[in-house]
């Protein structure tokens, strides 16, 4: 059973950071390219962050130089180090992982940023 679990997710004052966690299990892990997507009320789900698989990472335009994805294969776990916020980056915080065609999800953490 193929599980991703995000953590670290709530509450920060704008300028503020937080760091995501996202831990797997049931797959091989240093396979898989990871990822951060994230979806705020009434939008679609947008790319945040990936990592590949190699390690190489892609950000979103929105999140260059506030924002670092990185994984650590040993303990199959993503992070997404989040510097810098802004209230536009309020949103629902998804974990993903992709190999071939298989493609899973986490449940997702709340980041809300707000004085």
């Known amino acids: 059973q193929v599980q991703l679990v995000e953590s670290g997710g709530g509450l920060v004052q704008p300028g503020g950071s937080l760091r995501l966690s996202c831990a797997a299990s049931g797959i091989i892990f240093s396979f898989y390219d990871m990822g951060w997507y994230r979806q705020a009320p009434g939008k679609q789900r947008e790319l945040v962050a990936t990592i590949t698989s190699g390690g190489s990472t892609n950000y979103a335009d929105s999140v260059k130089g506030r924002f670092t994805i990185s994984r650590d294969n040993a303990k199959n776990t993503v992070f997404l180090q989040m510097n810098s916020l802004k209230p536009e980056d309020t949103s629902v915080y998804y974990c993903?992982?992709?190999?071939?065609?298989?493609?899973?999800w986490g449940q997702g953490t709340q980041v809300t940023v707000s004085s």
């Open positions: 993903t992982g992709v190999r071939a065609h298989r493609q899973y």
